[in-house]
């Protein structure tokens, strides 16, 4: 059996963890630069507010109802996301994390337990010490666990929060209710085409031929189909290596300078190279590219990028901030008023796969310790407080965020007092 444990409004959860006082009360967190809802409560679903809502677009929805608006705190919702993974391997061993706010579980190998009863338990220890709610749903199969997760947040209160997909006639029922565009993997397009077959539920797809499912989807729907009858055809998958890195952002006010582009960049570099060296990783390819608001009529517009090589693959932060600042130097021009840059690294493969040059200084060896010891700091002190020379000592490409709450629990400054 598998389970999927699903964290109920996360973002949204995780700010009310910290201020109990907004429990019942509407809550929406804004994406990157407060542009558009990523997150809602129960209460803000009913107001009205959309996923995706523009929040200029509905500042006087926002003051009509009251909602409590939230920056996207993420470095809060990940620390509470892994607090909250950590206690679900406490329940199961085989676990995969799935999203910030969703984990998969195998149960397979678990004999002579109550499922239900275990992960209520493991749903009570979350809310208890965490703080967050959650739903969990547990069947056969990993798609059929996600309907299940469906149904114990839909119907709570008769599931208490957890659902069982344990007999043919459950599975029947819940597939019946399922309607098709919410099964995992149907997408908007596929939802057309069967709708316009009359195929309105998912017991309905779950009835139709393999040969017509394999014409429509692929090997994809057949393994769904598959899933959907109980017969599992999805295993725990485990992390994998990324093949490209990207780091980007739109910046709350333009750049005007190639000097402030370039700190920007540098910096972008920067937070690559430390994610290839979190997977153990070096690459060779780095491409930057830098564009204007597109979106503002009447303004010169341009957008462009420019790739480097470097000679022998690397992840040395030193080495990619110089790569970062020549691909700039390429594409820069004068007079433009720069919107949005980033970064994306290719050529990605495991440092003890580098390819090496007989006729450069290998400079991946000459920087490897120093990368290491800003990496222990960095992680101890948070903030990247050990920082390169070519990137500024504040925070000067910081996203706008005007409605950001605290970190709680990762600043030392921001911890709650308690008097006892």
């Known amino acids: 059996m598998f389970a999927l444990l699903d964290c109920n409004n996360f973002y949204a959860s995780c700010e009310r963890v910290f201020q109990p006082h907004l429990n019942g009360k509407p ?17 803000a679903k ?22 409590q608006l939230f920056s996207a705190n993420f470095i809060l919702y990940g620390d509470l996301s892994n607090r909250i993974m950590n206690i679900i391997r406490r329940y199961c061993n085989d676990v995969e994390v799935y999203s910030i706010d969703e984990a998969f579980m195998d149960f397979s190998s678990y004999q002579n337990i109550d499922l239900k009863k275990h992960c209520e338990n493991l749903r009570a220890f979350v809310k208890q010490g965490i703080g967050i709610p959650t739903s969990i ?32 006639e459950k599975i029947q029922k819940a597939l019946k209710w399922m309607k098709i565009g919410d099964v995992w993997g149907i997408g908007r397009q596929l939802e057309k085409r069967f709708l316009a077959k009359g195929i309105k539920t998912a017991w309905e797809f779950s009835q139709l031929p393999e040969s017509l499912v394999r014409k429509e ?8 189909l598959y899933e959907l009858r109980g017969i599992p055809q999805l ?3 485990l992390p994998k290596t990324r093949k490209n890195i990207g780091v980007s952002r ?17 910096t972008f570099a920067v937070h690559g190279s430390e994610k290839l060296r979190s997977q153990k990783s070096c690459a060779s390819l780095l491409t930057v590219f830098i564009r204007t608001n597109t979106k503002k009529e009447g303004q010169q517009q341009y957008v462009n990028q420019f790739t480097v090589s470097l000679p022998t693959p690397s992840n040395s932060a030193i080495e990619w901030s110089k790569a970062a600042k020549l691909a700039l130097s390429k594409i820069y021009l004068d007079g433009f008023l720069y919107k949005k840059a980033g970064i994306v690294i290719g050529g990605i493969v495991p440092e003890t796969d580098r390819q090496m040059d007989l006729f450069t200084e290998d400079q991946y060896i000459k920087h490897r310790p120093i990368m290491k010891v800003m990496d222990i700091l960095n992680k101890k002190y948070r903030n990247n407080k050990i920082r390169l020379g070519s990137q500024s000592l504040g925070e000067t490409w910081i996203m706008k965020r005007a409605y950001l709450s605290k970190s709680y629990t990762t600043d ?3 911890l709650i007092n308690v008097k006892v």
């Open 27 to 43: 809550i929406c967190v804004l994406s990157n630069n407060d542009g558009c809802v990523i997150a809602r409560s129960e209460e």
């Open 46 to 67: 009913a107001c009205g507010i959309p996923m995706g809502a523009v929040a200029f677009e509905y500042e006087e929805t926002f003051k009509q109802h009251q909602i």
């Open 137 to 168: 749903g547990i069947a056969p199969t990993k798609t059929l666990s996600k309907i299940a997760n469906r149904i114990a947040k839909k119907y709570p209160t008769q599931t208490n929060h957890v659902y069982v997909l344990d007999s043919d």
């Open 217 to 224: 989807m692929g090997v994809v729907g057949v393994r769904m």
């Open 235 to 237: 295993d725990l998958e």
């Open 250 to 266: 739109t910046f709350a006010k333009v750049c005007k300078t190639q000097e402030e582009l370039e700190e920007r960049i540098a």
């Open 412 to 414: 030392i400054k921001d």
